[in-house]
């Protein structure tokens, strides 16, 4: 069974910095593109920045939010710096293939940026 387990997320201080990690289990990793997104209350859930071939942010994270992926471990991560109040939301892991249709997606992880 496919699994994506996000972690990482918290509370900090505007400025601050979290780094959120994504595991992902039972599925061979390098096809998939690996993605963030995240959903504040009231709205729809948003992309933040994927990793396939291509790097791609939103314009809101850019020069401030950095994703990697380690192939070797199954994991992609999220570094993310110069936080803003407006960053609030629940963080989701995505990883889509380039081969199928198959996309799953993990649990969410909550990052709260507040004084």
């Known amino acids: 069974q496919v699994q994506l387990v996000e972690s990482g997320g918290g509370l900090v201080q505007p400025g601050g910095s979290l780094r959120l990690s994504c595991a992902v289990s039972?599925?061979?990793?390098?096809?998939?593109?690996m993605g963030w997104y995240r959903q504040a209350p009231g709205n729809e859930r948003e992309f933040v920045a994927h990793?396939?071939?291509?790097?791609k942010y939103a314009d809101s994270v850019k020069g401030r939010f950095t994703i990697s992926r380690d192939n070797a471990k199954n994991t992609v991560y999220l570094q993310m710096n110069s936080l803003k109040p407006e960053d609030t939301a629940v963080y989701y892991c995505?990883?889509?293939?380039?081969?199928?249709?198959?996309?799953?997606w993990g649990q969410g992880t909550q990052v709260t940026v507040s004084s």
């Open positions: 995505n990883a889509k293939s380039t081969i199928t249709s198959a996309d799953y």
């Open positions: 039972a599925i061979t990793f390098r096809p998939y593109v």
């Open positions: 990793s396939g071939d291509n790097t």
